[in-house]
């Protein structure tokens, strides 16, 4: 069964730090790129991040260039994103993506991040 599992969201002051994680089990996760997006309430959901399958390229967008970082772990199965100095405007859900191409692409269910004080 395939099955990406976000953890790590919860609430934060501005300024504060939170780390996501996502694990994958159910395929080779080593073989898919990794990304992360997020969906505020009535917005589109957004590209916040992407990884390559090895790890050694990353891109962002660019509100989140300097403060996020997407790393991952293939032995684990798992891919995270540091979020440092965090601003209300960064309050979303987060979900993560494994794609291998246009036919092999799975979601997590999300975790959601609140920046607020």
């Known amino acids: 069964q395939v099955q990406l599992v976000e953890s790590g969201g919860g609430l934060v002051q501005p300024g504060g730090s939170l780390r996501l994680s996502c694990t994958a089990s159910g395929f080779t996760f080593s073989s898919y790129a990794a990304s992360w997006y997020r969906q505020a309430p009535g917005k589109e959901r957004e590209l916040v991040a992407a990884v390559t399958s090895g790890g050694a390229y990353a891109r962002y967008v660019d509100s989140v260039k300097g403060r996020f970082t997407i790393s991952r772990d293939n032995a684990k199965n798992a891919v995270y994103l540091q979020m440092n100095s965090l601003k209300p405007e960064d309050t979303a859900t987060y979900y993560c993506?494994?794609?291998?191409?246009?036919?092999?692409?799975?979601w997590g269910q999300g975790t959601q991040v609140t920046v607020s004080s």
């Open positions: 993506k494994a794609v291998r191409s246009a036919l092999q692409d799975y």
